[in-house]
């Protein structure tokens, strides 16, 4: 049997949070961020670093943004669908990041003077449907089956409560990605396609003058990544439901969690035909050759 351990995807496509608030061209926006969180007054974008990681991104591992400020090292995460595990992840961000850190410095974690490193903060901005509590603190421990001695931290905001509002006023970049989202939401639930509805909710926020130079000069690479998001929330939500189930027909995703791999390459496959994955990608997740998996595609194709 095939290998069902996650695989390094090869190509890494970027969120809207994360290139609004982790890219080098619009660090002023991360600045602002780091502000509103911290009630601090920092004016000189060049004060901040950017520290995401940038290396191989393993599927279910992936780090939006994380920055350096003085002393401060900050994780920022966002989320459309709450995930109770995230101080776990954030253990796994937490561990490369300082690696990194400590790689860069030359640190010798090994000698006998105290090795100093920057504070750790863990954010996770909300974005949901699901009604959420404001703020959420979710910890380590809470998931340890007895007693252990590390604890990691996650700060969960829910930016669409009324309650953020203090926070959106004073960020203008995330209250504009805020009403992006609220927005392509609207307009789906209206009946548009996924497409149009992204589409039209960039055309409102141009209008309404929310994140308009952003929006007008990378339009299209927002919609793409838009699409991305959903192309990926699909495939995994497809992964979940199939694991639940047992005995389905042939040529579903049957008995994904005890890695059947067959029926999870078929299903592969079939996201291939219709369009929302590529054969690459889905490849690489069934842990086949690309020739492979286009001649499962076909056949499939031919069958219908």
């Known amino acids: ?25 619009r660090k002023e926006n991360a600045l602002s961020l780091y502000n509103a969180l911290n009630g601090t007054t920092y004016t000189d974008p060049e004060e901040l670093e950017i520290t995401t990681l940038d290396d191989v991104i393993y599927m279910g591992l992936r780090n939006d943004v994380s920055v350096l400020v003085g ?5 920022w995460e966002h989320q459309s669908t709450y995930n109770p595990n995230m101080p776990l992840r954030g253990l796994k961000y937490f561990a490369r990041l ?25 954010v996770v901005f909300y974005v949901g ?12 421990s809470d998931a340890y089956e007895g007693q252990g001695d590390i604890e990691v931290v996650a700060t969960v905001i829910n930016v669409t409560a009324k309650e953020s509002w203090n926070l ?4 203008e970049a995330l209250a504009g990605y805020v009403r992006l ?28 003058g ?12 927002v919609i793409d990544m838009f699409m991305d998001e ?20 042939e040529g579903r995703l049957e008995g994904l969690a005890e890695g059947r791999q067959e029926g999870r390459m078929t299903m592969l496959a079939q996201l291939v035909r219709e369009g929302i994955l590529g054969v690459q990608d889905a490849a690489i997740r069934a842990d086949v050759s690309e020739e492979q998996m286009s001649a499962l595609a076909a056949s499939l194709d031919s069958t219908v």
Request: glycine content about 4%.
């Open 71 to 75: 002393n401060d090292l900050s994780l």
């Open 129 to 140: 449907e699901s009604k959420r509590p404001h703020i959420e603190v979710l910890r380590f």
């Open 210 to 221: 929310v994140l308009a130079d952003y929006l007008t000069n990378r339009r299209s690479m």
């Open 1 to 25: 049997m095939m290998s069902q351990r996650p695989q390094p995807r090869r190509e890494y496509k970027d969120t809207v949070f994360r290139d609004l608030f982790g890219a080098e061209e």
């Open 230 to 249: 959903y192309d990926e929330e699909k495939i995994e939500a497809l992964f979940r439901e199939e694991g639940r189930q047992e005995g389905l027909a």
């Open 168 to 171: 959106l006023q004073s960020c």
């Open 181 to 208: 989202v609220e927005l392509v939401r609207e307009n789906k639930a209206s009946g548009l396609p996924f497409d149009e509805a992204v589409d039209s909710a960039v055309q409102q926020c141009i209008d309404e």
């Open 98 to 122: 300082y690696a990194a850190h400590e790689e860069k410095h030359k640190l010798n974690e090994y000698g006998r003077v105290l090795v100093k490193v920057p504070a750790p903060h863990f």
